[in-house]
């Protein structure tokens, strides 16, 4: 069973800080990672990717990913109260069926 | 303005009923995907479609069915035989499914209830 794994939290920050998220994954194969933030009650929004080793960064935002130690995270500099928010990880395996397999997600609340 | 549209947006179903929701996209995607949410257990993979008149089971397809006759439409049944039914179903499209850094696009999802 392929798997991806995220810290379970709830993760608190001030506003202000950085927060950080981890997930790891099982399949080798994997190739391609996604960062998704969904309100409550909303759908997943699309916030950064990552398929090369090392970091990305978009704003705010910094992906990192490490293939080796099968470990994706997700830097939010400068954290808004308008981050509070679950953020899922999810990743493409190997195999010419493209299909995300998603974390169960990190609820993140920025306290003003 | 390009989109997916699911509807309806809440959804009550009776024991016993079978139950369809709709997914239409104009982003002209060749991928469509279904998946179920339920709390504290992640998104998890329904159905998947890469082609018209081609889909193949996720991880959780029993109890659902779903048709792809249409590159713009791609309905899931959810049916009697689904016994716990009740969750947050949201449809997503990929522009092509050979493109490994494209993410889904979702829906606004339809919010399924068993009374």
């Known amino acids: 069973q392929k798997e991806v794994e995220q810290n379970s939290g709830p993760l608190s920050v001030p506003e202000g800080a950085i927060a950080s998220l981890n997930c790891t994954y099982s399949?080798?194969?994997?190739?391609?990672f996604f960062w998704y933030r969904q309100y409550s009650g909303k759908s997943p929004e699309l916030i950064m990717s990552?398929?090369?080793?090392g970091d990305k960064e978009d704003g705010r935002f910094t992906a990192q990913l490490n293939k080796a130690s099968q470990y994706v995270s997700l830097l939010i500099r400068d954290s808004q109260p308008s981050d509070s928010a679950t953020y899922l990880c999810?990743?493409?395996?190997?195999?010419?069926?493209?299909?995300?397999?998603f974390g169960k997600g990190t609820l993140l609340t920025v306290n003003p | 303005d390009g989109g997916i549209t699911q509807s309806p947006k809440y959804l009550f179903r009776k024991e016993g009923q079978n139950v369809t929701l709709s997914c239409e996209q104009n982003?002209?995607?060749?991928?469509m995907y279904w998946y179920r949410q339920d709390p504290g257990q992640g998104l998890r993979l329904i159905y998947y479609s890469q082609i018209v008149n081609d889909f193949q089971k996720g991880d959780i397809a029993e109890g659902y069915s779903v048709s792809r006759e249409k590159k713009e439409s791609f309905p899931l049944t959810v049916t009697s035989a689904q016994k716990n039914p009740t969750a947050f179903y949201l449809c997503?499209?990929?522009?092509?499914?050979?493109?490994?850094?494209?993410?889904?696009?979702f829906g606004s999802g339809t919010r399924l209830t068993v009374v």
């Open positions: 999810a990743g493409v395996g190997g195999g010419s069926n493209y299909k995300l397999t």
């Open positions: 997503a499209s990929k522009e092509s499914s050979g493109q490994l850094n494209y993410g889904y696009t």
């Open positions: 990552i398929y090369s080793n």
């Open positions: 399949d080798r194969g994997s190739q391609s």
């Open positions: 982003l002209n995607h060749d991928a």
